[in-house]
């Protein structure tokens, strides 16, 4: 059975595991577990094409691997230190079946419900997050409302009127600069932005009535149609999107956090 750094030659181009997470030695565990949530995502088998399957699952595997040397810290030392990894602790013999690393996957990323993107949403809105998030965007595109409602979670065509009173007394504070295009945009644009919004309005209600009475498919990950849901809502563009996921996570999908304690409890009972 080939050894893990054969495999991560093979599948990633490299045998440095912090190479094949994409970040430093120096990263800290925080960024080490991000970094494997992010491509584990990109691989799961859950995830890709079936032709796909057999090369994403191997991929998965070894990542899952990496984490569990890189995230315990007698493990991670004996590996700056020595360029080894004792793959008869636990490696690729307890855990070399897919399910087990998904296991170990579900255990490190709790579930985001509908229920929690709502709740987080409620909290969102008028909040100072949502200004600076508004701010950043409205200087980045110069005032572009196409970019702006991509780039800010939860706004849409309904609520611009809202939007351009918050940009006004910021241009009023002398915060950010006054763009034309934004506060007199044509009318044309507006029109064709709404329909699109109300197109993909229509199909995010109709996935997330089916994931309420759980009739949609939902994957081993947890996420598949989570995501779908999200860009339904909001058809983000990528970078947003991870920032989005990654506030979600910290609030809501932490073994740690309040709420899923509260989860863990209420299924014990």
Not at 15 to 32: F, Q
Not at 88 to 114: A, H, M
Not at 164 to 176: G, N, P, S, T, Y
Not at 252 to 257: E, K, T, V
């Amino acid at each position: 059975m080939p050894g893990l750094f054969e495999c991560c030659k093979k599948f990633f181009g490299t045998d440095n595991l912090y190479e094949v997470l994409k970040i430093s030695k120096s990263a800290s565990d925080k960024e080490v577990k991000k970094a494997y949530h992010k491509l584990s995502l990109l691989v799961h088998p859950d995830r890709v094409e079936e032709s796909q399957k057999e090369e994403a699952t191997e991929k998965f595997k070894v990542l899952g691997h990496i984490h569990k040397i890189l995230s315990d810290r007698e493990k991670r030392a004996t590996y700056d230190d020595t360029g080894c990894v004792d793959e008869d602790d636990d490696g690729f013999t307890k855990f070399n079946d897919l399910e087990s690393w998904s296991e170990y996957w579900r255990s490190l990323f709790k579930e985001i419900t509908i229920e929690d993107i709502n709740n987080y949403e409620k909290e969102y809105k008028g909040s100072e997050m949502e200004i600076y998030d508004l701010k950043k965007a409205y200087v980045n595109s110069k005032g572009d409302m196409d970019f702006i409602l991509e780039a800010v979670p939860f706004t849409n065509t309904y609520e611009e009127p809202r939007l351009r009173e918050i940009v006004q007394k910021l241009v009023d504070a002398e915060e950010v600069e006054y763009y034309e295009n934004f506060f007199n945009e044509p009318d044309s644009k507006r029109e064709k932005r709404k329909r699109k919004y109300e197109k993909e309005a229509k199909e995010a209600e109709k996935l997330e009535k089916r994931l309420s009475a759980g009739k949609a498919k939902r994957s081993s990950s947890g996420e598949l149609d989570l995501f779908q849901a999200i860009r339904g809502r909001q058809n983000a563009r990528a970078a947003q999107q991870d920032s989005f996921l990654d506030r979600l996570a910290a609030k809501y999908a932490s073994p740690d956090s309040d709420s899923g304690k509260k989860k863990a409890g209420r299924k014990a009972k």
